[in-house]
């Protein structure tokens, strides 16, 4: 059974950061593309941040370039977002989630495996 389960998130303060973590299970992570996605109430869900599955190509979204790193480690099967220099615009529930292609994918639609989230409060 495919299981991705988000941890880390909370309520800082506009400067703070925070690391969000998503521990896989259930198939192969190595052989997986892995992106972060976030939801704030009312918009759709956009991509933060994806890293592929071996070489670690990395790509951001403008609004968290510099200020988000994603990072993987295969041998514990789990993905990281570190969050620096939050702003209150970054609040949402964010979303790790997987997809097997031969290239980076940047739409929600075309993930395969997501996890139920994780609530970033960011408070001005």
């Known amino acids: 059974q495919v299981q991705l389960v988000e941890s880390g998130g909370g309520l800082v303060q506009t400067g703070g950061s925070l690391r969000l973590s998503c521990a896989a299970s259930g198939f192969t992570f190595s052989s997986f593309d892995m992106g972060w996605f976030r939801q704030a109430p009312g918009r759709e869900r956009e991509l933060a941040a994806v890293?592929?599955?071996?070489?670690?190509?990395?790509y951001y979204a403008d609004s968290v370039k510099g200020r988000f790193t994603i990072s993987r480690d295969n041998a514990k099967n789990t993905v990281y977002l570190q969050m620096n220099s939050l702003k209150p615009e970054d609040t949402a529930v964010y979303y790790c989630?997987?997809?097997?292609?031969?290239?980076?994918?940047?739409?929600?639609?075309?993930?395969?495996?997501w996890g139920q989230g994780t609530q970033v409060t960011v408070s001005s």
């Open positions: 890293i592929s599955r071996s070489e670690g190509i990395t």
């Open positions: 989630a997987g997809v097997w292609s031969y290239s980076l994918k940047y739409s929600a639609r075309d993930y395969n495996y």
